[in-house]
């Protein structure tokens, strides 16, 4: 095994997204318990924290690749009199299957002008899933809060914090509501052949900019063991490394067979859900990866 691919496996086994494990329990009774699994510590500058001002809200400056507003070095601190919102339901208890009513949507631009956390929006077509997304400085705050900030169990679509939506490379977590069929819960249509070849392209926004996403690989895995959760990983060494890794790692592991090769240019989003297939409810992941057109 090359150096290259022993620190692939290597930084894969460190990056498990933590807080969507707890989140997701398994769907026998008695058996609750969410897995715990320590939160890795980010080396990136936390994503800006949302705030309901009203208005648009400035985002904090950042040292990421998203794009930033320069401090003003003569501006006045911003009060924190106002505390922000935050939730109180335990998101180890939320199982899928409780019944939950969809938030009423308002538009991309309402959203935005809300809450600062809001970085983009998704629609699959003939799906409920046309959602905002947000990202915080952690992955556990949305887990039990919408893009409006009330507390809900359905949360909201959320961007992993070690990375950014308009990086090269990107995961968006959302609950797996099988009951009432919202957020990332028809995502798992993409398990069956005949939605998968029909609907291969979706449309995700990101900031100003809306682009076509296309799929290639769908697969549920079991990431109780981190050495699984190969989708999680985010620092590569190159361009080149980063490329290699999607064609001969995580496309390998499709349901269904891969008719795309991604190029070291290329911008690659993958959706990630709780899957109630399988063994554990609480270990298994359904994963789609798509790749920007």
């Known amino acids: 095994m090359t150096k290259r691919s022993n620190?692939?496996?290597?930084?894969?086994?460190?990056?498990?997204?933590?807080?969507?494990?707890?989140?997701?329990?398994?769907?026998?009774?008695?058996?609750?318990?969410?897995?715990?699994?320590?939160?890795?510590?980010?080396?990136?500058?936390?994503?800006?924290?949302?705030?309901?001002s009203g208005g648009p809200a400035s985002p904090s400056p950042s040292a990421d690749a998203s794009p930033s507003v320069p401090p003003d070095a003569s501006a006045a601190p911003e009060s924190s009199a106002t505390p922000r919102p935050t939730s109180s339901i335990d998101a180890s208890t939320i199982t899928g299957n409780e019944n939950i009513e969809d938030e009423k949507k308002l538009t991309y631009a309402e959203y935005r002008a809300l809450n600062s956390d809001v970085v983009g929006w998704i629609k699959i077509k003939d799906t409920n899933v046309d959602y905002p997304?947000?990202?915080?400085?952690?992955?556990?705050?949305?887990?039990?809060?919408?893009?409006?900030?009330?507390?809900?169990?359905?949360?909201?679509?959320?961007?992993d914090s070690h990375a950014s939506?308009?990086?090269?490379?990107?995961?968006?977590?959302?609950?797996?509501?099988?009951?009432?069929?919202i957020m990332f819960a028809q995502l798992t249509n993409y398990g069956n052949r005949a939605f998968y070849d029909s609907h291969r392209t979706?449309?995700?926004?990101?900031?100003?900019?809306?682009?076509?996403y296309k799929v290639f690989a769908v697969y549920t895995v079991d990431v109780g063991d981190v050495k699984n959760a190969k989708y999680m990983m985010f620092d590569y060494p190159s361009d080149i490394a980063f490329a290699n890794y999607m064609n001969d790692t995580l496309a390998t592991l499709s349901?269904?067979?891969?008719?795309?090769?991604?190029g070291p240019d290329d911008h690659v989003i993958s959706l990630s859900t709780c899957s109630h297939n399988g063994s554990g409810?609480?270990?298994?992941?359904?994963?789609?990866?798509?790749?920007?057109?």
Do not use: W
């Open 202 to 212: 979706f449309e995700l926004t990101i900031g100003d900019n809306t682009y076509t």
């Open 255 to 262: 349901k269904f067979p891969v008719d795309t090769t991604i």
């Open 7 to 52: 620190r692939l496996l290597a930084l894969a086994s460190v990056v498990l997204l933590a807080a969507p494990l707890a989140a997701c329990t398994s769907g026998s009774a008695g058996n609750s318990d969410p897995i715990d699994i320590e939160m890795p510590i980010s080396t990136a500058t936390p994503a800006p924290t949302g705030s309901l």
């Open 165 to 181: 939506l308009s990086g090269q490379y990107a995961v968006i977590h959302g609950h797996n509501m099988s009951k009432s069929k």
């Open 133 to 159: 997304i947000v990202q915080s400085h952690d992955n556990e705050e949305y887990l039990t809060l919408t893009p409006t900030l009330v507390e809900s169990k359905a949360g909201s679509l959320f961007v």
């Open 281 to 293: 409810y609480n270990k298994n992941r359904f994963v789609v990866h798509a790749v920007r057109q």
